[in-house]
């Protein structure tokens, strides 16, 4: 069978499974041969990639519904897919990838064949061995489509996805976006945007660690753009709308001056008069797609939008430009509820007491959660501060989310109405509870010349370093001390001590240190928080300030990244 599995260990679980759910085969397919085509797809479980050249294996074992059993393979090509064609029984089938270099874990998966049903598609994993550790970098993401012109133009409120179908975010009115993802350094990611029904979908690569010309590396930035052409008709009309705005207040409809129109992508259009009126020439498409203009007021008046419909020529020559037949367009704007900083306050579930460094992150909610419009850090207090600028700008249709994630503990996602938003000085509480993730942290790591011996771990741990470069020579380079932290599942904050010399300088510092567990690798991120330094008056570098990073980067108010690997036996 092109494998050496035990066949009693597969005859033993495939019993198991149908025991397990309840799989039964028809009687009149028992025994039945038919033609099938499966196509498997093996991809990198890390980046979601292809792998090709990789053997996968069909198989149904000697059984009751299958008393011949059957077996077929196939190679995946550079697209990760492989096509196997077998006559196989309708019967439960287990489809598998063998070790290969690099792979050495393989995968597999099990498919129930049905009978009537000739073709299958299925998803296989492998994972990389000694895969370069991902790191935490910024995507700028740009998406853009060709308009009715072939002119290039911003796609807003694009959805950009990665291989494995997951958000990674959606663009604003200029067709931009940023992203954090962990990315190993190296790899070629891939991603699919989704510009809706106006502007179809597109993909894109990028390569970690490579700027947008594909040629200078970049510290912590990548770049991903994406070109999209317009699904709608190629037929355009030049009309004139004759656009009112007023605002709907107390005493009646008034006449709203100074209001700024924009259209559908953001770009600015015309600004209304003291009379609350402005005449402005656009493209209307006449297959029916709409034409968005959108109107700002300012702080008074909440923004609304208008949308205008072309169609067929009228026997007066006309185009029907809105919904009511019309070239004229009244936009009635709402007054505005005035916003106020908002102050959430991140609590632990369990005891009530205020969770310190939590992420606090405001979305507007046009989606779940929404796009995100600020970030901020709790104190130690537990408490996170939104302006009134910020506040204003995540409120729509009367509500806006807040979330909040801290290490240790599962993230949470809540509404904030209207109501709530309300007050002198509106506050929301968010509570977080602790998960019981456990962490292997206790080892031997190294980071370059550094070895690092770590103890404990799920709620303290603390840990020693030490570099020994070039000892018993005129120029040895000693770097040691220790660390201690607070542990909260995979997370870890501490506070270390270091001392380093060399043939010149001695330095002595703390360190406020972040540590993110992932398996066998720990992503490291250090401030400096306080150094002091003595150099010999021989040495050329400055003994204090900013300089001395032309020595080392020791220096205090430096921000430091790296990665520990753990010691396998």
């Given amino acids: 069978m092109g494998t050496q599995r035990s066949s009693l260990f597969k005859a033993l679980f495939f019993a198991l499974l149908v025991a397990q759910f309840g799989w039964s085969i028809p009687a009149h397919a028992q025994g039945g041969l038919q033609q099938i085509h499966v196509r498997v797809y093996v991809a990198n ?22 008393p011949t059993g059957v077996a077929g393979s196939a190679e995946t090509g550079p697209d990760g897919v492989a096509d196997i064609y077998v006559t196989a029984c309708a019967a439960i089938a287990e489809v598998w990838v063998s070790p290969m270099q690099n792979f050495p874990g393989g995968g597999a998966g099990f498919v129930h064949i049905a009978s009537g049903q000739t073709f299958y598609q299925w998803r296989l994993s492998m994972t990389p061995e000694n895969a370069p550790p991902s790191e935490e970098r910024t995507l700028h993401i740009r998406v853009r489509g060709h308009d009715a012109s072939g002119k ?18 959606t663009t604003d009115y200029n067709g931009m976006a940023t992203a954090h993802v962990l990315e190993p350094i190296g790899e070629t990611i891939r991603m699919r945007a989704d510009g809706g029904s106006k502007w179809g979908e597109a993909t894109s690569s990028f390569i970690v660690g490579a700027s947008e010309g594909g040629t200078t590396l970049t510290r912590a930035d990548d770049y991903i753009n994406f070109v999209m ?10 009309v004139e709308l004759a656009i009112s705005v007023v605002g709907q207040s107390s005493s009646g409809r008034v006449p709203v001056h100074n209001a700024t129109i924009y259209d559908g992508e953001g770009h600015h259009l015309v600004t209304t008069d003291y009379n609350g009126k402005a005449s402005v020439h656009v493209k209307v498409m006449t297959n029916g797609e709409p034409y968005t203009i959108k109107v700002d007021a300012g702080s008074r008046w909440k923004p609304a939008s208008k949308e205008i419909f072309g169609g067929p020529r009228g026997s007066n020559g006309t185009v029907p ?18 916003a106020k900083e908002l102050t959430v306050e991140v609590l632990n579930h369990d005891t009530d007491k205020p969770v310190g460094s939590a992420t606090v992150t405001l979305y507007k909610p046009n989606k779940f959660p929404g796009t995100a419009v600020a970030h901020a850090e709790t104190n130690l207090e537990g408490l996170a501060t939104f302006s009134s600028d910020e506040v204003a700008e995540a409120v729509l249709n009367g509500s806006a989310h807040v979330g909040a994630t801290h290490g240790g503990s599962k993230s949470t996602v809540q509404t904030l109405s209207s109501e709530l938003l309300q007050g002198e000085s509106p506050k929301y509480v968010l509570y977080l509870t602790e998960t019981e993730e456990t962490t292997k942290w206790s080892g031997t790591w190294y980071q370059g ?40 599942g995979s997370v870890a904050t501490c506070t270390a001590q270091g001392h380093f010399q060399n043939s010149a300088s001695q330095i002595w510092r703390t360190e406020h240190v972040i540590l993110t567990y992932q398996g066998d690798y720990v ?28 020595c080392t980067s020791l220096y205090e108010g430096n921000n430091l990244t790296g990665t520990w690997t753990r010691q396998k036996p």
């Fill in 449 to 488: 010349p550094y070895k690092i011996q770590v103890s404990g771990g799920n709620g303290s741990m603390s840990y020693t370093f030490l570099r020994a470069s070039d000892v018993g020579t005129c120029c040895p380079t000693i770097d040691q001390g220790s660390g201690s932290c607070t542990v909260k």
């Fill in 321 to 338: 430009y809105n919904l009511t037949g019309g070239r004229a367009v009244t936009v009635v704007l709402e007054p505005s509820t005035t």
């Fill in 45 to 66: 479980s890390r980046t979601g990639s292809a792998v090709p050249s990789a053997r996968v294996y069909f198989e149904q074992q000697r059984t009751a519904p299958c």
């Fill in 229 to 238: 052409k317009g699904t709608g008709g190629e037929t355009a009309e030049d």
């Fill in 152 to 169: 290039l133009v911003p796609v807003h409120f694009a959805t950009v996805y990665d291989e494995q179908g997951r958000h990674v975010a």
């Fill in 523 to 550: 992503a490291v991120k250090s401030h400096i928080v306080s150094s002091r330094e003595k150099t010999d008056q021989y040495h050329p570098c400055p003994s204090s300030g900013p300089e001395m990073s032309k």
